[in-house]
């Protein structure tokens, strides 16, 4: 595991504790990454979950399966725990294939939303459960319970039964069950989905900070964007049981593929493009400049990417507006403009500055870099 979770290799005679510890890594790493090529999964006749999805994730990284309750997410997540067979296609991790391998027999854990532990038992005795069904000895087992423990700074809850504890202390319970057993891959789904925003908002950090010390993989399935952006080092999209984007958080915020991811991974403002002229095109906004106009059929505007002028303000890229609504969030504020018949989303920092009212005149301003092509 990590240098925190192996920090007790120092006090054995003759060890060398960064080497112990580099090979350990090293050996997680080499066994993590997973490749899926064709997998297809049906229900029934009639609900394809899965329409031949090829992904490959790379050894060490945190990635995120997301989108829309039934977009077989969960379906995907379930074929990597071994809890469901693709009707065809297959899977490996660390270059093995595991397609037809049991569940028990593989090194992935899956972390649940339901957090599957055993109320009547304590947190020791959960935390070394899975330990025990693989016969490990009880001094042993201890040792890792405590270690462990220690790491997820749950050291002081080991003896307490799982009914006393909190929800986001149960949370770090079923995290560290999963981890005790050091798996090559660890699986997540939704497991913040229960919680409340603000212990949720503090257990995204906390389980971020675990993969980066443990260099493990992470497969995280969530239908929160903002979970999956703050959280991964690539995200999947998908839609339909099909795969419509892969890249960086920022990548497919700011350059999604299509409509669909477009629509998906935010507030969005949408225009059909009636004509273009090179670099120009004319929407049902008017006509702008973009820096990129591709070859596209929809112009993306994101909403932050937006600016408010007051008054009448003549320039490129410049558009008369009337502010119709106007939400006050705190860091920002939300507006909804009238630009001729159509609408227009802008998100615009406060920083103290002066925000305009319902009904005043503005112009709205984008720089041609922030206008995006994408087909539907």
Do not use: W
């Amino acid at each position: 595991m990590s240098e925190t979770m192996t920090a007790d290799i120092a006090d054995r005679p003759g060890s060398d504790p960064a080497a112990e510890n580099s090979a350990r890594s090293e050996t997680r790493r080499q066994a993590s990454s997973i490749e899926m090529q064709g997998l297809h999964k049906r229900f029934g006749h009639d609900t394809v979950a899965l329409d031949g999805v090829d992904l490959t994730i790379r050894a060490g990284e945190f990635f995120t399966l997301l989108g829309p309750s039934g977009c077989g997410k969960t379906t995907l997540l379930r074929i990597l725990a071994g809890l469901e067979a693709p009707d065809a296609g297959a899977l490996a991790v660390g270059g093995r294939d595991i397609t037809e391998v049991p569940p028990h027999r593989r090194s992935v854990n899956t972390v649940f939303q339901s957090y599957a532990l055993f109320p009547h038992l304590s947190v020791r005795d959960n935390l070394a459960f899975g330990l025990k069904m693989r016969g490990l000895p009880a001094a042993e087992r201890n040792a890792r319970v405590d270690e462990i423990a220690g790491f997820i700074q749950l050291g002081d809850l080991v003896e307490r039964r799982v009914d006393q504890l909190s929800g986001g202390q149960r949370q770090r319970i079923a995290l560290a069950r999963a981890l005790v057993c050091e798996p090559d891959v660890l699986l997540l789904d939704e497991p913040l989905s229960a919680l409340d925003a603000g212990l949720r908002g503090q257990l995204q950090v906390e389980l971020l900070r675990v993969q980066q010390r443990l260099g493990m993989t992470f497969v995280f399935v969530t239908h929160d964007q903002d979970e999956a952006m703050v959280m991964s080092d690539r995200i999947a999209v998908l839609n339909g049981g099909s795969i419509q984007q892969v890249g960086a958080p920022r990548e497919v915020y700011e350059r999604p593929v299509n409509g669909f991811v477009a629509r998906f991974m935010g507030h969005d403002n949408l225009f059909a493009i009636r004509a273009r002229d090179g670099r120009r095109l004319t929407t049902a906004l008017g006509t702008l400049d973009a820096e990129d106009a591709g070859d596209g059929t929809l112009l993306l505007i994101r909403p932050e990417t937006l600016d408010l002028l007051p008054g009448a303000v003549e320039g490129p890229n410049h558009l008369p507006a009337t502010v119709a609504e106007r939400l006050y969030r705190g860091s920002h504020a939300e507006f909804r403009l009238a630009v001729g018949d159509t609408t227009l989303q802008a998100m615009v920092s406060n920083r103290g500055r002066h925000l305009p009212e319902v009904g005043e005149t503005v112009t709205v301003t984008v720089a041609p870099e922030d206008l995006v092509t994408l087909s539907e």
